[in-house]
């Protein structure tokens, strides 16, 4: 599908945010509305949902849409700076966090005879090559 930008006269934004796991029912309830006056009070935009949609590995996952009452990029991008900056704000004074995606990653000890072999083995010897020159001198 073609789109023709200069016949535009309203531009439609998606955009999603996650919140922790840890983030209580009452405070996942209270971000989708928090959003929708955010959004509703933002000006030149008619909003169209904003839910909690889908449980991710790591994160509960919103996602907002809207409509801006202007084809133009330049205000789209400083309504989305708004809106996003008041979520912040919002969220931030109520101790709601966003979800950044983390990974564990859990070492265990190694003793000293593998560490030893490793470096071997990098260096390109082994304990049967090590042997074998040992048992011709």
């Known amino acids: 599908r073609v789109r023709n ?9 998606v955009f999603t945010f996650r919140l922790t796991q840890q983030t209580t029912p009452e405070d996942l ?5 928090q ?4 959004v509703r009070n933002a000006g030149n935009v008619r909003l169209e949902r904003a839910h909690f949609f889908k449980f991710s590995d790591y994160a509960f996952d919103y996602e907002v849409a809207y409509w801006i ?6 205000e789209y991008m400083d309504l989305q700076q708004s809106i996003n900056l008041q979520i912040i704000r919002a969220f931030g004074a109520r101790g709601v966090k966003f ?17 030893e072999e490793n470096v071997n083995i990098a260096k390109g010897r082994t304990r049967s090559a090590d042997r074998g020159s040992a048992d011709s001198h």
């Open 35 to 38: 959003v929708r006056e955010i």
């Open 69 to 74: 009452a202007s084809p133009d990029y330049n």
């Open 99 to 115: 979800a950044i995606p983390t990974q564990r990653v859990r070492l265990q000890p190694v003793e000293d005879s593998a560490v």
């Open 29 to 33: 309830e209270w971000a989708a509305l």
């Open 5 to 13: 930008y200069k016949r535009m006269q309203e531009r439609r934004a």
